[in-house]
């Protein structure tokens, strides 16, 4: 990596000026004589890219930085030391930083949906360029998780990522467990409060928290796991009941995005699930995100704040910039991303988990006698099953030991297919015990 | 900082061969193959000093790692490229680190008290020989604490740390709570399980919260913070009544290490304090740990984890190892402990906090008049009073808005002069609300 001369300011290129970039350009200001005792050198903006530099913008409409808007990124990012990406998308974004990393700059990006897609690419790119790629912003916000990750456990493994990454859910959830209400209720009013898009799908499908489990699995695992790896499964079919019901046996509901390590290899996957309530991801409230890791040596982990807003970001946008920017001045270099331990990606059906079996049944002897046999023919063994108080029909519900996946769903379609099964109510996976 | 020769092994030499050494020895020559695909190249462990080398050692005694013991530490750092101290105490452990540093090496400490009295001797040495120091073994355990605080948030400003860092005062106040213990019993109960020394005081009593305090504050704040500079105060004046009154108000009680910038300094303060249920921290059970950061940009965030321990301190030493080894390879160096920005350290008096004060009062008209004229003469306000149900003599309970300590100090000496007041019956300070 070339150095500037000693004192030389550093130019930064910021690629974005939404609420991120507003926020990002107005710290690298305000904050310049500190950022540059921390740096070594001075930070020079030298210009924010936008698809159109003619239109007002809010926070920035009428300050200095007004002078930097342009609309030629391409040649920005070939005269910066350091390029901060806050577009998001796929292109130009992925365009734009294979340039900046070509030219020999250092890169900093918020984009989960690019690292997701096609991190590898860009990993490799800035290794072979010799250049930083940090991306602390592209998952969880301002939680300090991937540097955590990439550092402070290299000398550790770990085994299993369990992360409440999607605030939006998080939030509608939360308000499902202390109000009672149906999901499309809260799902309306969390838009109209402004947590969630007029188009919820990528949070509530789970999509935007599969998109930071592959991040996640990728550097945890040192393994090269694509978005397409991960299997996901949204929040739109829990009901009311679901919620109450795991709030009437000590557990609550999340969303989890779980990646882990198994003796076969590694499995990804993003589910709703009950987690007892003294779990500390139990706590996690409102749109607060948390990922909690499992680490050979260091044990249970958490780290937890807010994963999204335009403040939060910039915070882990900034620590990035920091970082990157004292290695253009003292030499020396990030962590490099590789994909060198290669395990294996299995498909979901080999997560081993448990399952709670939600199930209204005839009210007649011999009813749980058949439901076991059908459980433990599938090589599934039964932790527990109560009789859920106070329904008109008898209402089962079947707790399993840890099985494949694979088992478990086809001892839930046996179930369906059983004449003492009058519905399979809810099937809901156990995670976090 | 010298570079060796590509592929050459890093000479790594251990100082100290308890619970931690033995752990870190193991996973340096249980994991060499995948350390040095991380690092760049191979870890050689060169050396390993105890007080005494022909004492036999569980986990040593009859493997290779017994033919590196050796009791001529001097010798040893001067031959390595990264020392790590593990022995504990302030000498020998700082003289052999200034050794290590002279003479070019890398140094990794997970010594709290001796950076608690003379961290900032060490970091100005390092920075000097242009080596590289790492600490994150020192504040609680494996938890990435002091690597998010150094680098993560280099471009934010944290605003204020409340940190449960003691296990064994933690593991001690949950049980009272859980179980409605007094303290010394399950003081006792802690020893017995060999969660608390025989001599359990520098936990209760708060030092060893207040050394971590001590550095954390130095690091978040960028301002030298001595050990003289934290008020303490232990957890030995709590009883069960204290925990049950918490409990019935939805709070819990916890020893909290407080680091704060308030607009004219740096307090930072370690007592019991009262927590609302629905905080972070009253989530951290047992003897985790959890360090709760307000940030400018980054809001809150919660790092939690193993606080203490062989192998979760060992998971820490070997991420610092990682990191000093990469730059040994590659160049370049980890961030610089400096005090640049030498805001002025206050005492605790300039705190401000509320407190929950609990009175025995005199059970007729005029009382609570009498107890808010005493309140409001010391210009601090309340907030609320409650009489606790169920007493024989009338109990009240004040609780303020947020006042200056030293107000509140002399509030409650006040209280305890005036005649309807029988006896103060506990002053508990009330945070993270």
């Known amino acids: 990596m070339s150095r ?24 690298i200001s305000s904050q310049s004589d500190e950022l540059a005792s921390r740096v070594g050198a001075p930070l020079e903006l030298v210009g924010i890219a936008v698809r159109d530099a003619s239109k007002p913008r809010e926070g920035i409409e009428g300050t200095p930085l007004a002078e930097l808007l342009t609309d030629e990124a391409e040649s920005l990012v070939r005269r ?31 984009n989960k949906a690019l690292l997701a897609q096609d991190g590898p690419t860009l990993y490799a790119a800035a290794d072979a360029a010799g250049v930083d790629i940090y991306f602390e912003a592209a998952v969880a916000g301002a939680i300090p998780i991937v540097r955590p990750v990439r550092e402070s456990l290299a000398g550790d493994h770990v085994e299993r990522i369990l992360g409440i990454v999607n605030g939006t859910t998080n939030f ?43 991040i996640l699995a990728s550097l945890a695992f040192h393994t090269r ?9 949204g929040i739109m079919g829990l009901t009311a009941q679901d919620i109450a019901w795991a709030r009437s046996t000590d557990q609550v509901v999340k969303l989890l995005a779980i990646a882990e390590r198994t003796a076969e290899g590694v499995v990804v996957r993003v589910h709703p699930a009950l987690v007892p309530s003294s779990h500390p991801l139990a706590g996690v409230h409102g749109a607060f995100n948390a990922v909690f890791v499992e680490a050979r040596s260091a044990g249970e982990l958490m780290f937890y704040g807010r994963g999204a807003g335009g403040q939060p970001t910039a915070s882990a946008v900034l620590g990035d910039l920091v970082s990157a920017a004292r290695h253009r001045v003292l030499g020396g ?40 046999a059908v459980v433990a023919e599938h090589g599934v063994s039964i932790e527990a099953v109560r009789q859920a108080p106070g329904e008109e029909v008898a209402h089962l519900v079947v707790t399993t030991h840890e099985a494949r996946q694979e088992a478990l769903d086809a001892t839930v379609e046996a179930l369906r297919e059983i004449d003492v099964v009058d519905t399979v109510v809810s099937v809901l996976r156990v995670e976090g015990s």
Chains 1, 2 share one sequence.
């Open 4 to 27: 500037p001369p000693a004192g030389a300011p550093l130019r930064v290129a910021l690629l974005g000026c939404g609420v991120v970039g507003t926020e990002v350009a107005s710290l």
């Open 80 to 110: 910066a030391d350091i390029v901060i990406e806050v577009m998001g998308g796929i292109e130009p974004a992925r365009s734009l930083l294979l340039s900046a990393i070509e030219s020999g700059a250092s890169v900093v990006t918020a």
């Open 172 to 214: 509608v959830l939360d308000r499902m467990a202390n109000e009672g209400l149906e999901l499309d209720v809260v799902v309306k009013e969390a838009q109209a409060l402004g947590y969630a898009e007029a188009d919820p799908s990528a949070d509530v499908d789970g999509h935007d928290a599969a998109a930071k489990a592959a």
């Open 225 to 233: 796991v694509r978005l397409e790896d991960v299997a996901v499964e």
């Open 333 to 372: 270099k990030g962590p490099v991303e590789s994909s060198y331990a290669q395990l294996p990606v299995l498909p979901a059906s080999q997560a081993r988990t448990r399952v709670q079996i939600r199930l209204d049944v005839q009210d007649r002897p011999g009813v749980l006698a058949k439901v076991a």
